[in-house]
Every structure is written in C-alpha cells, then in structure tokens.
C-alpha cells in the first residue's frame, strides 16, 4: 500500500471525524485527489466506493461527490468497518506470530481440523467456496494456538472478508493459476505445522500472506 494511499485515506479520515467535512459539502473531482496525493483514479474510486458503502458519502451523477455523514454516525452501529489494505498490513503483523504457539501447543485434533479444512479448499472450484474454506482453514490455525486472543482475531479478520469490498477485491485479483498457489501454499504451511517446524512454518505463513497482498492491491 503506497503512502500516498495512506495519506489519501488518512485525510479524508480525519476531515470526516473532525467535521472538516460535513453532511451537505461536496468533495473535490477525482483529478485533484489525484494530484495531490499522487495517486491514480482507479484508487481513488475504490477509496470513496468504500465511504458510499458505508454511507458516509453519496454520489451524484453529473453533480458530484457529497459528505452525507460522519463516522460518528456510524460509530456504534455493530459493524466492523476495516478497509481490505488494512486488514492486510494487520494480517502480515499477526498471523505469522502463530506458528510458535501452533509448534507448542497443536495436538492431534487440530491437526486433524486443519487438514478438513486443506481438503476442503483443495477440492473448491468457485471463488466463493475456495474464500470459505480458506477463511476457515485460518481460523484453525487460530484454533491450534489454544490461544483465544488469536481466535479473536481471526473471528475479526473473517467478518472483514465478507464485506463486499474484499468480495470484489478477491474475485478481480483471484485468477485459477493463483488459486492452485495459494492451495500449493496452504499445503505447505500445514506440512511444516505438522513436522513442528516453526521457521518453515513461518516463513510459509509470512510468504503467503506477501502473496495475498500483492496479488489484492499491487495489480
């Protein structure tokens, strides 16, 4: 994520929360973001598609963009509201710190969970199956750490996947060759957790998570 994205999102978070931005003002066009922050077009839509999903901004076509709400409106509203690039660099911090408490503490029912979930992903032929499995699969890595933090977590990371913006982010960026690597991937990471090998273990975690990230955002 470059950090004219940041900054980007950065500053509309801040000009929202502080009422810099107000319901009723209307934005600038999409080429002064540009400029500014030196970012595409492309980006920029997908950063303000997120704000209209959450209803903090409405387009108008032929009038332009308008501030509709602010995120204390919607503050308390039971929704967890993590963009997919956040989500990500959170991701990349936390999953691979499992693999330790995995090695230590995994036993033979964990295992046995892990490779249901593998299977299950292995054999998915649609996007929307392939995402279940893999979301799944995850969550028994959380499970195996006898940890509940990291269960929290995953739970988090999971209801973040099923917004619509990961939704679109997956299907764009999920192509049939990169869903055989994230399969050869899975495998991988379950063998080395199997043979209680901690720095392959990790080092196939942080490599896949590289991946996902790579293949959501730098495309």
């Known amino acids: 994520m470059s950090s004219g994205v940041k900054a980007f999102e950065q500053y509309l978070s801040d000009a929202l929360g502080s009422g810099r931005l107000a319901p009723g003002d209307r ?13 595409s077009r492309g980006t920029v839509r997908r950063v303000l598609g997120r704000l209209r999903e959450r209803g903090l901004i409405t387009q108008i076509k032929g009038s332009g963009t308008f501030v509709t709400g602010t995120v204390q409106d919607h503050a308390d509203d039971g929704k967890l509201y993590t963009s997919p690039a956040e989500l990500m660099e959170a991701r990349l911090l936390i999953e691979p710190l499992m693999p330790a408490l995995i090695v230590k503490n995994a036993n033979a029912h964990d295992f046995r969970g892990m490779e249901e979930c593998l299977l299950r992903s292995e054999q ?56 055989r690597q994230y399969k050869d991937q899975h495998r991988a990471i379950y063998e080395a957790l199997l043979n209680r090998d901690l720095n392959e273990a990790r080092a196939q975690m942080l490599r896949h998570l590289e991946q996902i990230q790579s293949n959501l955002f730098d495309g």
């Open 27 to 39: 934005l600038p066009p999409e080429r002064s973001w540009c400029e500014q922050f030196g970012i």
């Open 124 to 179: 998915a032929e649609s996007v929307q199956e392939f995402e279940r499995w893999d979301g799944e699969l995850h969550r028994s890595f959380a499970q195996a750490t006898h940890n509940s933090l990291f269960l929290h977590i995953l739970e988090l990371t999971n209801r973040v996947r099923e917004e619509a913006e990961w939704g679109r982010l997956k299907r764009q960026s999920l192509t049939p060759e990169r869903m």
